[in-house]
């Protein structure tokens, strides 16, 4: 066992050095250090300048051109970041490191299909899961394109004859639930965006969310779903993911034991010859996902795809593609100056790397964003959480911050409090100007619901940027804490899909600052390895009653007898 | 207008003042200033031994006795904090702090009736809102216990009335669905406790959160509830809380325009004499809060009771609150060394004033636990997001940190990654030996989903604590990441009252370590003066279309006519 994993790691050691090689050799990469970088030191030193008095934000936001100078239009998307801690030099200092850095020239090898997931030999394709131009896109010599468009056309034909009911449950009954099975980067971004468009839910169908191994995720979801008129959407690239298999099997088992045709009511999202491909197994349809989009990256392939046509409407996905689109677009082509996700990333190195801020959140004024910072969290989280650059070099930089977030109003009732008086953390606020919801416009205090909560969007960045004296210093605002605001024009299909291609590109260009790979996660191996050697000794348990986990770690042993003796000892 | 509010925030001050003094005589108080403190200045110290290769984790878990010496079981639950960068000399340090800090003592004050919230001149009593004792509890000499009791009386008389269909909705139909109106702590708790006990929830009543301003939220809430069968239930000590007044008020129309009577659908929880209390309006019914019970603290008082025992039945929302109160009477009467809440809250000042830890996590292995990280993060950063002393000085250590949390194994699939290669942060893993779902036993790899759930739980703590060497860099875990495993027997309602009362602890603990105070919430005032203004212009606008926000800020002006324009201006 050791020898195999041995051997397989060494293996993968050689194909990344051979792809660093490659890599190198196509210019893509930054070699330099960033402290040896001129642009940096430039940086370090003018942070000290922002912290005096004199560079507070409120004294910065008095001039009556701040928002003109320090906020962007583009894609359809407004970026304010006149209440961030930035002043006409720092953003200069900004823009010379973003060109030290190529940032522009490694988003362009990115979309044209080079390898840039460098540790993995593979390329980072998600832009081109919503292309809809002609253009070709190369990948080792292969034009993925065709495929990808055939993957849509097959989620648009699939979706209509389920909405058509032409494609019914085993009993012949429509279908009126989904319950995707998939964790992780399999869910998160249709759950993101399921709740974000779910106005717009209108095929009759329920969707759930049956990501977690805990016993507890499928008994809630077994007990809200007809099983008749369920279609389970399995969704692993390698058809592997522990828990996804582990649920996956116990949904099967779930539809025999009520006499259901599992092969009627399954459907895949996985690798072309998995063991979860159809041509492997007999199951409803299944549809193809490529090494070249990772999974934190996939809610624009077949991954968000499927769940998401099947609930919304192809159209309506194909819609929300679009808009991503837009933004990859603007992100490839908009000047460094005016790029709006560029520029996001450069204040988020800004507030992290210079300003010391290790934290990071998303506050949308908009509810149906609600699972946008968990979404985000992952995507940026598992990207940037790394220490080790693309040469290999350990970096001396703190890369990734900690990124949360609930909406607001509601956040302000819950942790404003510390945002305002306690340690300052960095914001995203995130609003937009029309609803989804017209028809109420009762008033309170002569405003509708939708003003108030516009009112509490417009003063809280303005809050924390300015402070308040008082005499009494429980009452004291030191103010000078920062935010951006992101405006939408509204809550559609587009919108979502170019928030979430802003915050993509943000995470990668960030990730090429700092010269690391933004599209591995080796982090996650260590505990799925020793988990699986627990796993082992509960499976010999299992069998042998009798099985005692001695030789095991003394803390481990503990807990695996709590387990199995199924109560707590009194010490 | 300026006036007014001076005047009130004078008499405000002038109150704290004589509170303070009070409270000083009582000897409840730590004037101290930290860095003063000799057990302080050990620990600073202490701190850079504990920063050695010798004091990595890999090498304190080595002691076969570790877990035995640096665990405890108190209240059915079991602390496991061998996972921490201490060592013995490190906890006598910290005890000794909590000795010079009182912690004891002052908490003791706090369930005694002592006015410990002294800015706000006020008791903090939710230790009695769940005891079941027969011991009065003083405030301003009378005791408060007779009106708890009756409280919980009504409810539990008003829930079994529904259940029984003795009360029914204005056309005489029996209530299914039940809406929360409230924000911030008026319904987190509820949330989270309606969440982790859904699988009992067998009364026939499904609950929906109405708490954000946002239309979108009232949107989608409508399009779930039947208005027949739907109870309203207003949360609001005071009854002016914009939001949830916003909300109320649109509730009310709603159901008017389709001919229901709200005097026969709305409820409220509110303090005696409010403009919510029954006595002023025509609603159902309603139930008193008490000033000396905070919103974040007050999930065991009719804030959670109402909706709870509605959903779950009065006897299981009891069982919660004996749960609370067995974890209230170990913490007051615990010695100091096995004391969970108190030594869980010096590890919480270990990590973050003297390992430098700015956040933590709350991962619970247990997914019905899935709201318990949201409210858990409003209790501790509303409480502990100050800057400022009970003497009013300004603090110079840093307080709360920041926290958030989703459950495990998601969360191995999300920002995992960072937790291992990134940024570190302190993890509290919570899991249950025995799921609320037994009946699913269905093997994968030889163990079942819940198996498999544990042997995740398992083994991440360990990984983070060890980490593991690797040729390859981008494969190399540095290890030394601290960890608490908190476990429950089970999840029954009493383990819900045991967590939630352990973290209320833990909070209050902390804040009596750095002397402040833990039970008011100024931070929140500026937002809330400044979206005042902001309103009083859209409903300026809203009258007169010719308003046009001459005057105020250019940053929010803009954003003012961005809405009222419908669209945003390219630049």
């Known amino acids: 066992m050791l020898v195999k994993y041995w051997m397989k790691y060494t293996v993968f050691y050689l194909k990344q050095y051979h792809a660093q090689k490659v890599f190198n050799n196509e210019d893509c990469m930054n070699s330099q250090k960033l402290h040896d970088i001129f642009a940096w030191q430039k940086l370090l030193r003018h942070a000290k300048i922002m912290d005096s008095p004199e560079k507070h934000l409120r004294n910065l936001i008095k001039d009556k051109d701040r928002l003109e100078k320090f906020s962007l239009y583009g894609a359809d998307i407004f970026y304010d970041f006149s209440r961030q801690r930035v002043d006409e030099k720092c953003m200069d200092l900004l823009f010379e490191l973003a060109e ?71 009993t012949g009954k429509p279908f009126n639930h989904v319950v995707v099975i998939g964790i992780g980067g399999s869910y998160l971004g249709s759950e993101f965006v399921s709740n974000a468009l779910y106005a717009y839910a209108d095929k009759g169908i329920q969707i759930h969310y049956l990501s977690n191994v805990d016993i507890h995720n499928f008994g809630r979801v077994a007990s809200c779903i007809d099983p008749e008129t369920t279609i389970w959407i399995v969704i692993s690239k390698s058809y592997t993911t522990a828990e996804t298999m582990a649920n996956a099997n116990l949904a099967v088992s779930f539809m025999k034991d009520r006499g259901l045709d599992p092969a009627k009511h399954f459907v895949t999202v996985t690798s072309k010859g998995s063991p979860g491909d159809s041509s492997c197994g007999s199951i409803l349809r299944s549809f193809h996902m490529f090494d070249f989009i990772g999974g934190r990256y996939s809610v624009t392939s077949a991954v968000g795809g499927v769940p998401l046509s099947l609930v919304l409407g192809y159209d309506r996905f194909e819609r929300f593609l679009k808009g991503a689109e837009e933004m990859d677009n603007h992100a490839k082509s908009a000047p460094l100056h005016e790029n709006l996700p560029l520029v996001a990333a450069m204040i988020g190195i800004w507030n992290n790397n210079f300003m010391g801020y290790q934290h990071q959140a998303i506050i949308p004024y908009a509810s149906p ?55 300052a953390f960095p914001i995203d606020f995130i609003g937009a100007i029309r609803p989804q919801y017209e028809q109420y416009d009762c008033k309170s205090k002569g405003v509708t619901n939708y003003q108030e909560l516009w009112a509490n969007f417009i003063a809280q960045p303005m809050a924390l940027a300015v402070g308040k004296k008082d005499k009494d210093r429980a009452k004291r ?70 099985h005692s986990f001695e030789g095991i770690n003394p803390i481990a042993k503990f807990y695996l007898d709590a387990l199995f003796s199924g109560k707590l000892k009194q010490k």
């Open 100 to 170: 030290t850095r190529q940032l522009k020239h490694r988003f362009k090898c990115m979309t044209d299909g080079e390898k840039v997931n460098i540790t993995e030999n593979r390329a980072a394709l998600h832009t081109a899961s919503r292309s809809f131009s002609d253009e070709s896109v190369f990948v080792d010599n292969i034009d993925v394109m065709p495929e990808i468009r055939k993957v849509r056309d097959d989620i648009k034909e699939f979706a209509s004859k389920v909405h058509e009911k032409k494609i019914t449950g085993s």
């Open 477 to 546: 605002f030191s103010g000078n804490r920062p935010s951006s605001t992101i405006l939408l024009n509204d809550l559609s299909p587009e919108s979502m899909g170019r928030i979430l291609a802003f915050y993509e590109a943000k995470t990668v260009f960030e990730a090429f600052v700092w010269g690391i790979n933004p599209f591995d996660q080796f982090g996650v191996e260590l505990g799925k390895t020793m988990a699986s050697g627990i796993r082992n000794e509960i499976a010999k348990k299992n069998e042998k009653s009798s």
């Open 369 to 423: 964003l609600h699972r946008l910072a968990p979404h985000i969290q992952q995507l940026y989280m598992e990207s940037n959480g790394k220490s080790v650059t693309d040469d290999g070099d350990i970096l001396d930089e703190h890369t990734g911050v900690i990124l949360f977030g609930e909406p607001g109003t509601n956040a302000q009732h819950s942790f404003f409090q510390l945002a305002h008086q306690g340690r």
